[in-house]
């Protein structure tokens, strides 16, 4: 089957963007896992696929697959390529853009300076709904709040032949376990990623982020994702890990975190206990290349 795809990154996280506007492809995971391959297909972290409004309010829904084949709730970089791919295709003038995602909905903004801003909506803590199996793990003692009550914990995770590590533990609509480092340079992010990625505590697996605060307003971050590997970037990572360095008192309420592929800048008002404000985070998205590739049947 040949079809027409077009090749985006945003910060360096990269993605296959196919059109399903005027009808499904209907490709099978494997097929997915094809178009994802660096060897035999295009090569990309996801795969984004865009279709038609599904429900009033929203202009598109998009779909995320991630390298391994696997269908999940959200894509932070994905998002600000999805904007840039309906705008530079013609699919609309707007330059505030909603789309449903398997997560939710979330509102896009193209800004003058070429960049996007994604309102990723608020982030998740209740455990169920990470989804996070507490029965797996044990507590940190929680440090105080401002107003001495019982702030947000810490989860230590046992790792099969390394020492327990502590974890924040969140969802930006996909779930997401966040450790601080010293050095995020040196941290064993393919060490532990993979056994972060599919603890038991995690039962839909889980996108492990390694922090390194430099200071109040600046972050590096390395992030294993679930279902990819390590890569570039990642932008419900980037949200994730701001929000918890947030939420621990670590960090303002506006971050530049710097990636190995580039630079985002994240907001969140939610540290005075607003926990349900927005998350907004800001960075690029580029179209690399189109083509068309001949996917083998399933
Ligand atoms: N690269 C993405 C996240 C993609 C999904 C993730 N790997 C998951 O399985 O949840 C981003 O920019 O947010």
């Known amino acids: 089957m040949l079809i027409r795809f077009t090749k985006m990154q945003g910060a360096g996280n990269d993605f296959v963007v ?23 297909g295009v090569g990309a972290d996801q795969i984004l696929t865009v279709r038609p409004a599904p429900m009033a309010g929203v202009d598109f829904e998009y779909v995320i697959h991630n390298a391994d084949g696997g269908e999940v709730e959200h894509c932070g970089n994905g998002a600000r390529c999805f904007v840039r791919f309906v705008r530079e295709r013609g699919l609309t003038a707007k330059d505030v853009v909603r789309v449903k995602v398997h997560g939710g909905v979330i509102e896009l903004r193209l800004n003058a300076d070429g960049r996007v801003t994604v309102d990723m909506g608020a982030p998740v803590f209740d455990l169920p709904r990470v989804p996070f199996d507490a029965g797996q793990a044990y507590t940190e003692s929680a440090p105080e709040d401002a107003s001495g009550g019982n702030a947000w914990p810490l989860w230590t995770l046992p790792l099969p032949g390394h020492a327990a590590v502590p974890v924040a533990v969140l969802s930006m609509g996909n779930p997401h376990a966040v450790l601080r480092v010293d050095d995020v340079d040196q941290a064993p ?15 839909r697996r889980v996108n492990a982020g390694f922090l390194q605060v430099l200071d109040r307003g600046h972050v590096k971050l390395r992030v294993f994702e679930r279902g990819v590997g390590e890569t570039l970037a990642c932008g419900t990572g980037a949200c994730a890990a701001v929000v918890a360095g947030i939420r621990q008192g670590w960090l303002d309420e506006r971050v530049d975190v710097a990636t190995r592929g580039g630079q985002l800048t994240i907001e969140w008002a939610g540290g005075a206990g607003q926990l349900d404000a927005p998350v907004l985070m800001t960075g690029p998205a580029t179209t690399v290349f189109q083509g068309e590739i001949d996917v083998p049947e399933p």
């Open 18 to 40: 196919l059109d399903e506007t005027q009808g499904r492809l209907g490709l099978s995971a494997a097929q997915y896992r094809f178009l994802a391959d660096r060897h035999f």
């Open 189 to 203: 992010v393919l060490g532990l990623g993979p056994l972060i990625e599919a603890h038991p505590a995690f039962p």
